[in-house]
Nanobody, 114 residues
Framework: QVQPVESGGGSVQAGGSLRLSCSVP???????MSWYRQAPGKARELVSF???????NYADSVKGRFTISQDNTKNTLFLQMDSLKPEDTAMYYC?????????WGQGTQVTVSS
């Protein structure tokens, strides 16, 4: 099994928090693990990524509110989402770029109500 598997989505009120998890099999030194999201009628956008060795990056829209991390085995990816806004409502996808090959999860829905 190589495909990532997400969990942890749900519904929350504005200002609340959610933590997404993603099982990332077979991560290795050239892995880049990312969270993307896609809202209805909009293009899929990059939320954040973390390299196998820990370097991170965030979209401007989530800086200071979201935190990406991985466990010590590098096989589980997390996205801690705080101070959620209605505009964060989307399907969130985990992506594992393993040495140039992309593997996508099925997605987990996050809904933020005002």
């Amino acid at each position: 099994q190589v495909q990532p598997v997400e969990s942890g989505g749900g519904s929350v009120q504005a200002g609340g928090s959610l933590r997404l998890s993603c099982s990332v099999p077979r991560s290795t030194y050239c892995s880049l693990m990312s969270w993307y999201r896609q809202a209805p009628g909009k293009a899929r956008e990059l939320v954040s990524f973390i390299h196998y060795f820990g370097g991170t990056n965030y979209a401007d829209s989530v800086k200071g509110r979201f935190t990406i991390s991985q466990d010590n085995t590098k096989n589980t990816l997390f996205l801690q989402m705080d101070s959620l806004k209605p505009e964060d409502t989307a399907m969130y996808y985990c992506n594992h770029n393993r040495c140039g090959t992309d593997y996508w999860g099925q997605g987990t829905q996050v809904t933020v109500s005002s």
